[in-house]
């Protein structure tokens, strides 16, 4: 039985993990991977837009939105595990992936690990190479600050790097949001991340080997994974294209959702070609919504 929807509740690796499931069911898989802290939510513009030909999968990463934290200490390389047994859990044996950030690490190190699992892969605003010793040093003072000063503080401290100055004026509300979403964020998950993200390992070595297509995204004012880093990624992978996003910083997926779906629509349709292959996936939906339905209505029929 596949369900469909939203906020769903799944046993994966021992931990309940909440995510989102839209689309054909027939039709091929994406999973959205979101930054760090954030959570599923962070998509919900991505997710509508390709929905109709696409079936499309966000979930909360442990520690995070409605996911549960675990007694594990976090490592990208549990967050890939993690992955890896929500697609086992969900019958899922290939899928691409969009991961942005945190997600893009957790992304690039599946696609590295496990090639035979993966279609294709987004890297949004992300990097390869692992922290330098004054990042590493930031990201335990930043522990230390959130101990003694709580998550306020950190949320106005740290979200002054997330968005192109523009977007403070111009997306309050995906500004709102996100705030929202770090302070949901508990004390103990943010620690955990924050320490995962300060030992994980490089993964840039590995790019040369990546076969399948991969697409760059990065806005233009990303200080904290430039432009340039996603460049210097690019120029490793022969299958790989980059594009800019416009008016957007390290949050490029919300701050200009429309130049970011649009990308991401002419990807997949290479990745995964063409119209008669989605226009099937788009009638199977139709169809399989028609059962849905007709089972609900059996089901409330008979109760
Ligand atoms: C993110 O958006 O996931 C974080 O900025 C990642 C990081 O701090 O390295």
Redesign the pocket.
């Known amino acids: 039985m596949h369900y469909f929807g939203n906020n769903i509740r799944i046993l994966v690796n021992n931990l309940v993990v909440s995510y989102t499931d839209n689309g054909p069911e027939e039709a091929p898989v994406i999973i959205f991977l979101h930054?760090?802290p954030?959570n599923k939510t962070m998509w919900d513009k991505q997710l509508d837009a390709l929905n109709e030909n696409y079936r499309v999968i966000a979930y909360d990463i442990r520690g995070h939105g409605d996911s549960e934290t675990g007694t594990d200490d976090f490592s990208i390389e549990l967050f890939v595990a993690d992955l890896l047994n929500l697609m086992n859990a969900l019958r899922i044996d290939k899928a691409s992936l969009c991961g942005?950030?945190?997600?893009g690490y957790i992304a690039l190190n599946a696609i590295e690990n496990h090639p035979e699992r993966f279609d294709a892969v987004v890297l949004s605003?992300t990097n390869c190479i692992a922290d330098p010793p004054k990042v590493k040093q930031k990201r335990q003072d930043t522990i230390e600050s959130i101990k003694a000063f709580g998550v306020e503080k950190y949320v106005n401290d740290s979200i002054v790097n997330?968005f192109a100055p523009e977007s403070f004026i111009a997306h309050k509300e995906v500004i709102r949001n996100v705030k929202e979403m770090i302070i949901n964020t508990t004390e103990q998950s943010l620690s955990k991340t924050l320490l995962a993200?300060s030992r994980r390992k490089a993964t840039c070595s590995k790019l040369p080997e990546i076969t399948i297509p991969v697409l760059f995204l990065v806005g233009e004012e990303d200080k904290?994974?430039v432009p340039e880093a996603s460049e210097l990624m690019r120029e490793k992978i022969t299958n790989s294209t980059l594009h800019i996003i416009s008016h957007a910083g390290?949050l490029s997926n919300m701050e200009n959702p429309d130049e970011f779906n649009d990308r991401l629509k002419t990807f997949f349709e290479t990745v995964y070609k063409k119209p008669e292959l989605l226009q099937t996936a788009a009638c199977i939906s139709v169809f399989s919504q028609i059962r849905h339905r007709l089972n609900m209505l059996l089901t409330f029929s008979s109760i």
């Not at 942005?100 to 997600?103: E, K, R, T």
Request: hydrophobic residues 55%; negative net charge.
């Open positions: 930054g760090f954030l942005l950030s945190m997600g605003d997330l993200l904290i994974t390290h």
